[in-house]
């Protein structure tokens, strides 16, 4: 079982940054892929930014050029840098690790942090 705990959230004007941290129970090297989604009220859940274990990167199209997503194996934490944030950004930011093993599929979800862009 592997546990995800993010934090970093917070309240931010429009045009300014927020770093997001998800640090996990387990080593992130045996993921093979992590990756930051979001869901604003009333809306359903979407991805935001994926890392495979190769190293291999997708972002949503909204966020492209303003965020990154990054990793520290040595911390087992997985990062969501948010450069230029907009008001339509505010939502509740989820953790997501996928691991394959044994022919089966497991994906573990963090509990959120709040992002509010707002002036």
């Known amino acids: 079982q592997v546990q995800l705990v993010e934090s970093g959230g917070g309240l931010v004007q429009p045009g300014g940054s927020l770093r997001l941290s998800c640090a996990a129970s387990?080593?992130?090297?045996?993921?093979?892929?992590l990756g930051w989604y979001r869901q604003a009220p009333g809306k359903q859940r979407d991805m935001v930014a994926t890392?495979?274990?190769?190293?291999?990167?997708d972002y949503a199209g909204s966020v492209k050029g303003r965020f990154t997503i990054s990793t520290d194996n040595a911390k087992n934490t997985v990062y969501l840098q948010m450069n230029s944030l907009k008001p339509e950004d505010t939502a509740v930011y989820y953790c997501?690790?996928?691991?394959?093993?044994?022919?089966?599929?497991?994906?573990?979800w963090g509990q959120g942090t709040q992002v509010t862009v707002s002036s």
């Open positions: 387990g080593s992130i090297f045996s993921m093979n892929a």
């Open positions: 890392i495979t274990s190769g190293g291999r990167t």
């Open positions: 997501n690790a996928i691991q394959r093993r044994g022919g089966a599929s497991y994906a573990y």
